[in-house]
């Protein structure tokens, strides 16, 4: 089964900036949207951001004017730059991509730890 796989997190500044990646191992066809949830211990799984194949984006609200998903067609790559990060942004962040069939798929998850 083709995998998601994403990289870039790790730990930063109050203030500073992360950028993930997410892309799939192998062929995998029509990707409907592609995007980001994330998950701090003892919080609910929240969207992050989402980007469908029309270019149309959706984030959290916690997140607007900070978080800019984008992505490669070509590639079936997404990327989220996290800039003028927080704290509260600390938790583990799982790329998913939906195929038009209705499957949706996850990455292996990667943390991003945000110092005061």
């Known amino acids: 089964q083709v995998q998601l796989v994403e990289s870039g997190g790790g730990l930063a500044q109050a203030g500073g900036s992360l950028r993930l990646s997410c892309g799939p191992s192998?062929?995998?066809?029509?990707?409907?949207?592609m995007g980001w949830y994330r998950q701090a211990p003892g919080k609910q799984r929240e969207l992050v951001a989402g980007?469908?194949?029309?270019?149309?984006?959706n984030y959290a609200e916690s997140v607007k004017g900070r978080f800019t998903i984008s992505g490669d067609s070509s590639r079936n790559t997404v990327y989220l730059q996290m800039n003028s990060l927080k704290p509260e942004d600390t938790a583990v962040y799982y790329c998913?991509?939906?195929?038009?069939?209705?499957?949706?798929?996850w990455g292996q998850g990667t943390q991003v730890t945000v110092s005061s």
């Open positions: 998913y991509a939906r195929q038009r069939a209705g499957y949706v798929h």
């Open positions: 192998g062929s995998m066809s029509s990707i409907s949207t």
């Open positions: 980007i469908t194949n029309g270019g149309s984006t």
